[in-house]
């Protein structure tokens, strides 16, 4: 129980890296159109069948580039996880996170917090199940956890269930791709980078 217990610099630490990703969440929300136009290929090809082909252009550009990006706004929890090694600082920080950039001035106002709750808890649950005793598994297991979690919620927000299951799948592998490779490999890759440095244990 001890060991799990929280130091002062831990909580602090934890909220500095909410700081810090809440910034960088709130940048990676102003190039949308550029997100957009990077996965034309992707949104020409599923206009192209039958799955896709009654949507309109511009509701799947939409639905292609949140999957895709929504790995950016994972990538808090993660590195806390990884970092302080302590139950609840990947859900804390992303929720931190969330808040900040909903302070900043984010143009999904208060989403930025629900967000931040769901993907926090989608993340926790990956580095939960390993008891935060293997990190590095952690890690990769909150890549398939966070997908799972916030794809089910998305699902139901956006009413993804009146789409095809085709469609929906695409979009879920998209979702999971980016997932994985934000919030997992170029977080593990900062965290290496960190550790190489000798700035983390």
Known sequence: MQKNSWKIREVILAGLIGV???VLYFAF??????FMSMTAPIVSFLTGHSFASSLSTSLVA????????????????????LIIKKPGSAFLTNVVASIVELAIGSAWGVLDIIWGVVQGAGIEAGFA??????????????TVTASLISFIYHYFEKSYYKFSFD????????????IFIFSGVIDFIIFQLLKKAKIVK
């Not at 929300?29 to 550029?34: K, V």
């Not at 469609?167 to 980016?178: E, H, M, R, T």
């Open 20 to 22: 810090v990703f809440g």
């Open 29 to 34: 929300g102003i190039p949308w159109t550029a």
């Open 62 to 81: 939409a639905q292609v580039t949140t999957a895709a990006t929504t790995g950016l706004w994972l990538m808090a929890g993660p590195i806390a996880a």
């Open 129 to 142: 199940a390993t008891r935060y005793k293997k990190p590095m598994l952690g890690l990769w297991l909150s």
């Open 167 to 178: 469609y929906v799948l695409i979009l879920f592998v998209i979702w999971f791709l980016s």
